[in-house]
């Protein structure tokens, strides 16, 4: 899990253009948003933001 200062908007925009899967997770382990860099490597992201969002 990483800590981040990109706003939301950013890193769905990152990972659209990779052509990488992304959601936000609100439970289990949440709130996060999580992208998938290959079927087996998940990297996961926290920041204000992300704690902010309801589910």
């Given at each position: 899990?990483?800590?981040?200062?990109?706003?939301?908007?950013?890193?769905?925009?990152?990972?659209?253009?990779h052509?990488?899967?992304?959601?936000?997770?609100?439970?289990?382990g949440?709130?996060?948003?999580?992208?998938?860099?290959?079927?087996?490597?998940?990297?996961?992201?926290?920041?204000?933001?992300?704690?902010?969002?309801?589910?």
């Amino acid at each position: 899990m990483l800590e981040t200062e990109q706003s939301l908007d950013h890193l769905k925009a990152v990972a659209e253009v990779h052509g990488l899967h992304h959601r936000f997770r609100p439970r289990l382990g949440g709130p996060l948003y999580e992208i998938w860099i290959e079927s087996q490597v998940l990297v996961e992201f926290v920041s204000d933001e992300i704690r902010n969002l309801k589910p």
